[in-house]
C-alpha cells in the first residue's frame, strides 16, 4: 500500500503532467491565431497598418523586434501598397 507522501508525489506528477498539456495547447492556439492574424495582414494594407501599429505600442523588448523583423519589412511593404 504506497504512503501518503507517494499519493502526493503521485498527484503531483499528475498536476505537472496536465499542467504541461496545458501550456502546449495555449501555445499552439497562439500559433494558429498568430498565423492567421498575418496571413490577413499580409493582404490587406489597413490590417497591415493596425498590425504595425500594434507591433509597435505593445512589443518594446529589442530581441523580440529582432525576431519579428521580417514580419515589420512584409508588413511595411504590405502597407504601402495601400497608400
Known amino acids: 500500500m504506497p504512503t501518503i507522501e507517494q499519493k502526493i508525489a503521485r498527484k503531483q506528477d499528475e498536476l505537472n503532467r496536465l499542467k504541461t498539456k496545458q ?11 498568430g498565423g492567421m ?20 505600442s505593445n512589443i518594446t523588448r529589442k ?16 502597407r504601402s501598397k495601400g497608400v
Open 37 to 56: 492574424i498575418l496571413s490577413l495582414a499580409k493582404n490587406d494594407p489597413d490590417r497591415a497598418r493596425q498590425l504595425l501599429i500594434d507591433i509597435d
Open 63 to 78: 530581441t523580440d523586434l529582432d525576431r519579428l523583423k521580417s514580419v515589420i519589412d512584409d508588413l511595411t511593404v504590405t
Open 23 to 33: 501550456r502546449k495547447l495555449d501555445t499552439a492556439q497562439k500559433v494558429v491565431i
